[in-house]
């Protein structure tokens, strides 16, 4: 059985300050000296994380941040075993390059959560910033793989750039949502914002009850078989709790009587991406 090391709150940064690096996987072995000697990036400065967390427990696969804000950036980065939780708010650039383990956030996140996440869960139990799972600005690609959970809403450009992997928005959507998108999925169970699917090109979109105009860009296609919905919906109820949104959606249409439509596009991206308005 696995032990837990906690990082309790000590004293605020004077500013936004990187945790990247600071996982389970990263941390197994070490003592609580040499935890709480290990430099962070704080502009040209690397104060230990001593300054900021007391660390105590064991670090044996499973971690623990108490009190984190918004000034933390980069939680979970890099991680690709064990468990971390964050019982607060988290910062930009939350699970960036993660790569495996799975990560929970009691709170809401940043700009940029799961950019470039490969591999792994991450959970955020509130809302997420802009560009979630998108690339940064200096990248060709973003979110690679893995599962990203959003109970609350989401805000601009969630999925651009994305190229694997699978973001479920139990609340709303921003503006330009799967924009440029080449490969997995994106689930919205609230509203959706303009421009969505903008220079996509591959990929899945599904609108959960919301009622979607598509631009011209996109061409609705005949619903030739539900064999696709029947495999997601068996998924979601295996994978997701029972109050879930989507476990919720997924066992009412296994009931029958919903409305299913198809659109590809974006057309004027020579895309092949798919967008699916579910409703009853």
Not at 80 to 92: I, P
Not at 113 to 118: I, V
Not at 169 to 191: D, E, K, P
Not at 228 to 241: I, S, T
Request: aromatic share 8%; proline share 4%; glycine share 18%.
């Amino acid at each position: 059985m696995s032990l837990s090391l906690s990082l309790s709150l000590r004293q605020a940064p004077p500013g936004r300050i990187s945790l990247f690096g600071i996982t389970p996987d990263q941390l197994a072995g070490r003592t609580i000296a040499e935890i709480e000697k290990l430099p962070l990036a704080w502009g040209r400065e690397t104060p230990a994380l001593g300054e900021f967390f007391k660390a105590s427990g064991s670090a044996d696969g499973r971690l623990i941040f108490e009190g984190c804000d918004q000034r933390f950036c980069d939680l979970g980065g890099g991680m690709s075993t064990g468990e971390c939780e964050v019982q607060g708010d988290a910062g930009d650039f939350l699970g960036r390059d993660m790569r495996g383990g799975r990560l929970v956030v009691h709170g809401s996140a940043g700009r940029f959560a799961a950019s470039g996440l490969s591999g792994g869960e991450l959970h955020i139990d509130g809302n997420a910033g802009d560009r979630l799972g998108a690339a940064l600005p200096w990248l060709p690609g973003g979110m690679r793989g893995g599962r990203v959970v959003v109970a609350g809403s989401v805000g601009e450009r969630c999925g651009d750039k994305m190229r694997r992997g699978e973001i479920f928005v139990g609340g709303n959507a921003g503006a330009f949502c799967a924009t440029r998108m080449v490969a997995g999925s994106i689930i919205v169970a609230g509203r959706l914002g303009s421009h969505a699917g903008y220079g996509m090109r591959r990929g899945t979109l599904l609108l959960l009850g919301e009622t979607w105009t598509p631009p011209v860009t996109f061409a609705e296609t005949a619903m030739a078989s539900d064999t696709y919905l029947q495999l997601v919906w068996r998924d979601w109820l295996a994978r997701f709790d029972a109050g879930s949104p989507f476990a919720a959606f997924a066992r009412q249409a296994k009931d029958g009587g919903m409305r299913a439509r198809r659109w590809m596009g974006d057309i004027g991206s020579d895309g092949r991406g798919e967008v699916f308005g579910l409703a009853w």
